[in-house]
């Protein structure tokens, strides 16, 4: 079984900085790709910022510039650096596994997610 645990969410002030934390755990042979997605009360969860196992990058339009997302392969775990926050960036962030490879099957992974809370 794979889990993922996610840490490092709080209350900002705007303009504040945080980093969240992504472990991976479990029988993992690689991951190809690590991510974050985000998700407030009535809408439907948006692409944050994700890396393959080969560095490739990508970033939702709205956080370019200000989160910077990174990996160690090694760990099985992704960090999302998040820089200038804004209240508009306040919501539950979730980890994201896809193409994880266990000795059974591949999986997509979600974390349980963590509260970003940005205030003005």
């Known amino acids: 079984q794979v889990q993922l645990v996610e840490s490092g969410g709080g209350l900002v002030q705007a303009g504040e900085s945080l980093t969240l934390s992504c472990v991976a755990s479990?029988?993992?042979?690689?991951?190809?790709?690590m991510g974050w997605y985000r998700q407030v009360p009535g809408k439907q969860a948006e692409l944050v910022a994700s890396?393959?196992?080969?560095?490739?990058?990508n970033y939702a339009d709205s956080v370019k510039g200000r989160f910077s997302i990174s990996r160690d392969n090694a760990k099985n775990t992704v960090y999302l650096e998040m820089n200038s926050l804004k209240p508009e960036d306040a919501a539950v962030y979730y980890c994201?596994?896809?193409?994880?490879?266990?000795?059974?099957?591949?999986?997509?992974?979600w974390g349980q997610g963590t509260l970003v809370t940005v205030y003005s």
């Open positions: 994201n596994a896809a193409g994880v490879v266990t000795t059974l099957r591949t999986l997509e992974v």
């Open positions: 479990g029988s993992i042979f690689s991951i190809n790709a």
């Open positions: 890396k393959t196992s080969d560095g490739t990058t």
